[in-house]
């Protein structure tokens, strides 16, 4: 079997539009051999995680990703006004899902999927999260309450990925980060 260069490869998935950082392409190419994974290779003994999959660019009004996460069978809430409607206000304190990228939505309801936990999304794209590229705001980020089920399946299945602001963190064989705070957790669909 012919081996196939670094260049070569990285050329095929940037022709097919997916681009990587080189920490990515070292995993990649070396491979995350952490709980017997590879990245990106062969993955029959890695834990589902809520991987994403469509479109990463998608981005998705209230209304659209209420429809989808309601058919998955997730909830979420707030402490504001509104939550159970087609309300699109980003206020602070009343979780809101407008301009949220489709691939987070479809991570979560493959969180879902695979893990069978109860999963109650509790801070989406509304105001008053930190700023940043991969923020709340962008639509990269979602809060999900912490209950037993969810907790049990991320802290089993995950690999321990060192801490963020002191609170412990793991990472799913996709690369996505979850990170257990004092209220809930933090979630980063890159």
Same mark, same amino acid.
């Given at each position: 079997m012919k081996k196939i260069s670094l260049f070569a490869l990285m050329l095929f998935f940037v022709s097919i539009g997916?681009?990587?950082?080189?920490?990515?392409?070292?995993?990649?190419?070396?491979?995350?051999?952490?709980?017997?994974c590879v990245w990106l290779g062969d993955t029959r003994n890695c834990p589902p995680c809520g991987g994403s999959s469509g479109s990463s660019s998608q981005i998705l009004n209230h209304r659209e990703a209420?429809?989808?996460?309601?058919?998955?069978g997730i909830s979420w809430s707030s402490?504001?006004?509104?939550?159970?409607?087609?309300?699109?206000t980003?206020?602070?304190?009343?979780?809101?899902?407008?301009?949220i990228r489709?691939?987070?939505?479809?991570?979560?309801i493959s969180l879902k999927r695979t893990s069978g936990a109860d999963i109650v999304i509790t801070g989406g794209t509304e105001d008053g999260h930190e700023s940043g $590229?991969? %923020?709340?705001? /962008?639509? @990269?980020?979602?809060?999900?309450? $912490?209950? %037993?089920?969810? /907790?049990? @399946?991320i802290e089993q299945n995950f690999r321990r990925d060192g801490t963020v602001g002191g609170y412990p963190a793991y990472r799913c064989s996709a690369g996505n980060l979850y990170v257990r705070e004092s209220t809930h957790w933090d979630v980063v669909i890159y």
């Open positions: 997916i681009s990587f950082a080189q920490s990515d392409w070292q995993r990649f190419w070396y491979g995350d051999h952490s709980r017997g209420c429809d989808l996460l309601r058919s998955a402490s504001g006004f509104g939550v159970e409607s087609y309300n699109p980003k206020a602070r304190n009343n979780t809101s899902f407008e301009d489709r691939n987070t939505i479809n991570a979560i $590229t991969y %923020s709340h705001a /962008n639509g @990269y980020k979602v809060d999900l309450r $912490t209950t %037993s089920s969810l /907790n049990n @399946y």
